[in-house]
């Protein structure tokens, strides 16, 4: 029994060589840690994430009724959580939904989920594949409310619950140790990251209204957009919905349909157009009536691919072959430029960018997310830096955005574009053991 303690104490010793500490990480933390893993002596066990559903709660269901959840590790020990949303998309009709849900129906509802799940990327419990958050607790938030986390409402046959799913998540995580956490990292991808934009600031003061001291902090990855050409909503679009809708005309569509709730600052500014509020730089374009935000960190492609797509074809439709992709050269040069503006515009950004030069989308929970570098450091890298200044609107840093080059795929970190398996607001979740 001596001999099998010693071997998994020793394996989780080794494991802790590239581990970054920099996270306020104590000895006593480190220290449960290890004997954790020597206790477990099982990485399936430790990496495993277990799902946990609302079953009995009306107001946190899937789009087709089905109870909402989200799946949870708990890192013993720790004062660090990382919440991670995930993204795929929306709907904003009913025809559009009922397509959603004949071709995406894990979208749409829990029915299917796996029992647990294991993180890959910054949800990876391995230190070398993820150095900073390889020992907070984990949580994955499934999205099967198709409303970019900002839903209030139901629409005949689906519920659009997304801003009450995360109030009921996050409820439940205050019970679980969440209150006596010391930071929390509230992260999501594509409209994920959408949903990190939208419920940063609201989350934060639930959180604090709770007596908690935790301290809470965004990070979005492909969640922030250009806004685009507005023009009125079409026949088309209202009739079928959010594939025939460019943006923002999906968005005005939307937020009717989804009885979508935006950050009130926002909706203060922007009374008679809330529906920009779905579009980052209007979040945090603030006036002198505005209050602090909660500090976000946004990473961005300067050449997203679902972005180039929406400006190009006025679609969320992704060609499946790289080939179809034929983007005329200034449209996709001026992408990047009109993306480095909107940074320029938004306040408390300073420090808080990440802007790879490249064709890609999303990078949160890709193995390969520590490859990518903007001025010889990768994401990880910089959400370290990040942490280390106590106002992260300090003028004093410089964010990292691509300027040596200007073109697509100019760096030769850039991961190679795989159309193949990116589709419309979705990227490569978590999987199943």
């Not at 809708?245 to 009885?259: D, E, K, M, N, S």
């Not at 990292?400 to 979705?426: A, H, K, R, V």
């Amino acid at each position: 029994m001596f001999r099998v303690f010693a071997v998994c104490l020793i394996g989780a010793l080794v494991s802790l060589v590239s581990v970054n500490c920099t996270l306020d990480d104590t000895i006593a933390e480190l220290t449960s840690q290890l004997a954790h893993l020597a206790k477990t002596c099982s990485p399936k066990a430790v990496s495993e994430m277990r799902l946990r559903t609302f079953h009995a709660d009306p107001d946190a269901r899937c789009n087709d009724g089905s109870p909402a959840g989200y799946y949870f590790r708990r890192s013993h020990g720790s004062k660090r959580w990382l919440v991670y949303l995930e993204g795929g998309g929306f709907c904003s009709s009913l025809s559009s939904c009922q397509e959603r849900m004949r071709n995406t129906s894990m979208l749409m509802s829990s029915k299917a989920w796996s029992p647990t799940k294991i993180g890959i990327g910054i949800l990876s419990t391995d230190p070398q594949e993820n150095p900073s958050w390889w020992n907070a607790t984990h949580v994955f938030v499934p999205y099967c409310s198709s409303d970019a986390w900002s839903g209030n409402a139901s629409r005949g046959e689906f519920s659009f619950l997304g801003t009450r799913i995360l109030d009921k998540v996050f409820d439940d995580l205050l019970l679980r140790g969440l209150y006596n956490a010391k930071h929390l990292l509230i992260a999501g991808s594509s409209a994920g990251g959408i949903g990190v934009i939208l419920n940063l600031d609201r989350i934060a003061k639930r959180i604090q209204a709770s007596g908690s001291t935790v301290q809470v902090r965004g990070l979005a990855d492909s969640g922030w957009y250009l806004i685009g050409d507005h023009r009125p909503l079409t026949r088309r679009c209202l009739r079928r919905g959010v594939n025939n809708c460019p943006p923002p005309l999906a968005i005005v569509q939307g937020i009717r349909f989804w009885g979508g709730i935006v950050p009130e600052d926002c909706a203060r500014r922007y009374p008679s157009e809330k529906w920009k509020c779905y579009f980052g730089e209007y979040v945090y374009k603030t006036d002198d009536k505005s209050p602090k935000h909660s500090p976000l960190f946004v990473f961005q492609w300067l050449y997203d691919v679902v972005q180039l797509v929406w400006t190009a074809f006025g679609t969320f439709t992704i060609p499946r072959e790289l080939g179809e992709l034929t983007i005329d050269p200034q449209k996709l040069l001026s992408n990047g430029t009109k993306l480095r503006e909107s940074f320029n515009r938004s306040g408390g950004l300073q420090c808080a960018v990440f802007a790879p030069s490249c064709l890609s989308h999303t990078i949160l929970t890709r193995n390969d997310w520590l490859t990518v570098k903007v001025a010889g450091k990768n994401l990880n890298d910089a959400l370290e830096d990040w942490y280390q200044y106590p106002d992260p609107s300090s003028a004093t840093c410089t964010p990292l955005i691509e300027n040596s080059c200007n073109y697509p795929q100019c760096s030769e970190t850039c991961p190679t574009p795989d159309f193949s398996s990116t589709s419309t607001g979705s990227h490569n979740s978590p999987r199943s053991p």
